[in-house]
């Protein structure tokens, strides 16, 4: 159930902030991949800066989508510049 709790909170995460940062989602897979990414780099960021949300399912979640936003930013700046 852990991998596929994973699948879920990813792929919301990513379509959440796709639809946040540019519009509109970016179809299951590349969401999925913002997602898992986004988890990854929102833990890190969290970490760093001293902040928990928490074990369940909406911590995960925030953690996530928070870190989602940042990566699609990150994402935007070189876009735009090239």
């Not at 946040?20 to 780099?41: P, Q, T």
Request: proline share 0%; hydrophobic share 60%; net charge positive.
């Amino acid at each position: 159930m852990g991998w596929l709790w994973w699948i879920i909170i990813g792929a919301v995460a990513g379509w959440l902030a796709g639809n946040l940062m540019r519009g509109g989602g970016f179809g299951f897979l590349v969401n999925l991949l913002v997602g898992i990414v986004g988890a990854v780099i929102g833990g890190w960021v969290f970490g760093l800066l001293g902040i928990s949300t928490g074990d369940g399912i909406i911590g995960s979640l925030v953690t996530a989508l928070i870190g989602a936003i940042l990566l699609l930013w990150i994402i935007s700046l070189f876009k735009k510049s090239t």
